[in-house]
């Protein structure tokens, strides 16, 4: 006889996770050209500058150290190199350009290499020790800029490629130019000094080919290392071992002067645009002439190198620091998530990486129909804030407990880190309210990137606990048209939007945030602070302490970990949404937190990284262990410890490995834990499961970071939290080979049959490191727990198989067959099956601009019998998503996301039909 199945989680929440970085990048390999000084003056020194930058040259490009520059070095250093030069310009009278060699060209023994050149022909092509002339970096930097714009223009399959100049230098720039071919009529070193700093600027902010400037040479002068260093500056990079400086800090009334935007000449558009190149100064212009780049001082953006062994390090820091990048984003928009699903609308989150620490975000809001396709955009959260002026959003931020406004006024240095002077935390506040982007001046909203927005209506309609929540809710009825979309961003922002509009109504930055926001703000490299997915529950708090259930102590709270960004949750109290969000009462702040102490309160427990998204329930509780008769309903947020990572993402022993609870009851906004049997962190939910229905949690169970199963089942016999049987009931690592993968990241499904038993389905698979591949994921489908004992293991359960079989005492389980195979979402059970996806990496197969490299698959089981459905291969369309149910015309669909693309997959059924449906998300 089919057996009924029933669904018994009714606390948690249905969020899908979005993916970690690797799961974005491409796998091309980054290029950098590299344009030496051949100038006379590298002929200073003995032995001379120009034989001891070839030494470096040669070892760099030697990346084996065998003695022998090969083209196999190439895999090593795993950087495309070519090489460029400048040799024998006469003082005056001359078109440079024959003395700028590009890649093809020749002089002598000498020839300049394109990208794909070996590195043993770069080598011999570059020791030969000519040089002579002046130093005209200015234009070369232009040449070089200009050949590598035109070769990523003619090679579209690399488009994703990330690309750089490396300028060697041993001075200033003493040549400059007037029209695009750089005609001169004389030298002079200030107005090449411009010429250095605003070629620089070009090649970053118009082509997006960032700057790496090293002046060599003992000798170099004061001037020129100002002038490498503005250089570096403004070509956007840095030197993370020197301290930044620059006359930017403290003479205001100079910085317009390095500012491109606000130079007197624009930057061009396209390279064969001749009316809008650079012109220097006049010799008889106000100012211009005082104050050249080099005449400022300027530091930490430059590598000085006076010595061999010098330049060796910076080049070693330099290429270290490209070699970084050699999965380079993809430039296109990235679907992170599909949530806040409504009856017309999806709200999807997106981001685009770029080369600063600030990762443009967009919230869009979709139609949505009942037959699964995604409409046109209803609004765009990020287009509506740019177009917002800074000084009209209400942000906030938490302030001694409280909450105040972010202002330049409001926020002292110290909050903001160690070591931040009042001109750096005015800047740190400025970016925040009015963006920091380098693609679109002016955008304000940060990357969502592991978070996920949720929206929240009029309270839920399908909770009936008692008169005073259905007062609530009417209440509140209000909020249906008031809807609104919360989300977090890794600026450290929680944004809430208008739902009908996108429109920002508030923003809010948590205290624990607020020395973060230095990381992209000031020091220009992409961070994660408000990472988790948002969660919000409505829950009885009891704030009159009478004990009496009235509508008034009904509130609606938020809460928000940060996931990969650190160890800590903050709660906020959204209940009333005004009309006007400029008001004193919403919203409103609750707690941040980031340890728990152990029930009896004798040890704390601090979190690991906050991946557990909490879940909300309803407890009955004894808070002094005094007996039944006091205990009270307490609702409150449960989550796990958390998950610390060693170097190679594995989880570290006896961190996170415990769960706890944040009360809302009362005054009882603390947090309590109870440790885990074992010693492994808990990352995922908390499952919590009401089994006799009555609206109160009577079983909790979790995956820990060793694959064990957690179970406490005897809440419902006593009301003492200290007496809670937090035990172990399933622990296949005693059984399995020794290349199980049995990490597990996301929670447990739970279903029961009319027959009471109840099964528990959950997978396994590093999360965190999506393309290891060096063991096999797991799938149980774990049934009716032993009710004391030893835990069950591996060999009580069964391998699920096509044809099934009849229930054994524990399950069954399924081991995936492909190495590298995990299980990437929480599962989905309906109607009498369990789905779940699953990817496994695969780089081999990927194009050099491919994100999302591994292939996805689907699979279908039956709970009663465990017979494997079937396997749905979706492809190499990046990692799925969890499976969700929707209804369409055609029944109920299954439907699934991927980090690949703009691809929607559609599951018909148990019949698993397979079709793709339209979706172009367009940033």
Known sequence: MKKQIFLLIIFL??????????????????????????????????????????????????????????????????????????????????NPEPYIYTPGETVGNLEADPFGTGYATIWSHMDYTYNSGYTPNGPALYYASR?????????????????????????????????????????????GSWSVVREAAVSYENNNIPVFTVGFGLGITEHG????????????????????????????????????????????????????????????????RAYPPSYHRCEGYAFIAQSANELSEA????????????????????PVVRTAMSDTSVIIATFRPTSSGFWDGQVKAHSFHGDTVIGDVMWSAGDSLLYTSQASRNIYWTHANSREEFTAANVM??????????????????????????????????????????????????????????????????????????????????????????????????????????IWALDGSHTYILDGPVTAADLWSDLDSNGVRDASDWRTFLILGQREGG??????????????????????????????????????????????????????????????????????FMMGGGYVPDANNDPIPDTGDFIAIMPVYRDLQSTYAWNSPESNGIASSVSLMDMNIDGYVDQLVVPDLGGNLLLID?????????????????????????????????????????????????????????????????????????VAGAPASLDDLDSLTSTGCPPGNNGWYYRHQHQGEKVTSLPLIYQGYVYWTTFTPDLAVAGPCEVGAGYARLYVATLATGRLVNIVELGHIGIPSSPQVTVGPDGPVVVIMTSGGPVVTEIAGPGLKKKYVYWNEVY
């Open 13 to 94: 929440p249905l969020v899908l996770t979005a993916n970690d970085e690797v799961l974005f990048r491409v796998n091309a390999e980054p290029a950098a050209m590299i344009l030496l000084d051949r100038s006379g003056s590298m002929a200073s020194g003995s032995p001379s500058r120009i034989q001891q930058a070839l030494w470096v040259m040669e070892n760099l490009l030697d990346a084996d150290g065998d003695g022998v520059v090969e083209d196999e070095d190439r895999d090593i250093l795993g950087v495309d190199v070519g090489q460029m030069f400048y040799y024998g310009i006469p003082s005056s009278g001359c």
């Open 147 to 191: 050949w590598v714009h035109e070769y990523d223009s003619s090679h579209p399959d690399l488009n994703c490629r990330s690309y750089y100049l490396i300028l060697i230098s041993d001075g200033e720039s003493n040549k400059y130019g007037t029209t695009e071919n750089y005609t001169y009529t004389y030298h002079n070193e200030w107005q």
């Open 225 to 288: 290392r100002n002038e490498l260093n503005w250089a570096a500056r403004w070509g956007g990079t840095d030197n993370p071992d020197d301290y930044n400086f620059s006359d930017e800090d403290y003479n205001p009334p100079h910085c317009h002067v390095y500012k491109p935007a606000s130079w007197p000449m624009p930057i061009p558009n396209n390279w064969g645009n001749t009316n809008g190149w650079y012109t220097p100064p006049s010799t008889t212009t106000s100012g211009y």
């Open 315 to 334: 080049l070693k820091h330099i290429f270290q620091s490209i070699v970084n990048a050699n999965f380079s984003f993809s430039p296109a928009s990235v």
């Open 413 to 518: 240095p110290v909050y903001l880190g160690g070591g931040i002077t009042t001109a750096q935390k005015d800047l740190i506040v400025s970016r925040v309210r009015q963006g920091h982007s380098e693609v679109q001046p002016g955008w304000k909203m940060g990357d969502v990137f592991h978070s996920a927005p949720l929206m929240i209506g009029a309270p839920s309609p399908f909770y009936n606990g008692d008169d005073s929540y259905i007062f609530f809710r009417k209440q509140h009825a209000y909020r249906d048209s008031r809807k609104r979309v919360y989300v977090g961003t890794n600026t450290g922002v929680l944004h809430c939007l208008n739902g009908a509009t996108g429109h920002e109504e508030w923003a809010w930055i948590p205290s624990f945030a607020l020395p973060e926001l230095r």
């Open 567 to 636: 160890n800590n949750y903050f709660v906020l109290d959204i209940t009333e949404v005004p009309l006007n969000p400029d008001t004193s009462d919403y919203p409103k702040f609750v707690t941040e937190f980031n340890s728990a102490p152990l029930e009896g309160g004798m040890v704390t427990r601090t979190f690991g990284n906050t991946w557990s998204q909490p879940t909300a329930g309803q407890f009955w509780v004894d808070p002094d262990g005094s007996g039944v008769d006091t205990a009270q309903p307490v609702w409150g």
């Open 714 to 786: 005897n809440i419902q016999d006593t009301a003492d939290p200290a007496a809670w049987n937090f035990r172990n009931v399933f622990a296949p690592e005693s059984a399995a080979p020794a290349d199980a993968d049995l990490v597990s990241f996301f929670p447990v499904a739970v279903a029961l049959d009319i027959s009471a038993n109840t099964y528990y389905c959950y997978g396994t698979g590093n999360r965190d490191d999506p393309m290891d591949s060096t063991g096999y994921g797991y799938f149980f489908i774990f049934r009716n727990p032993p």
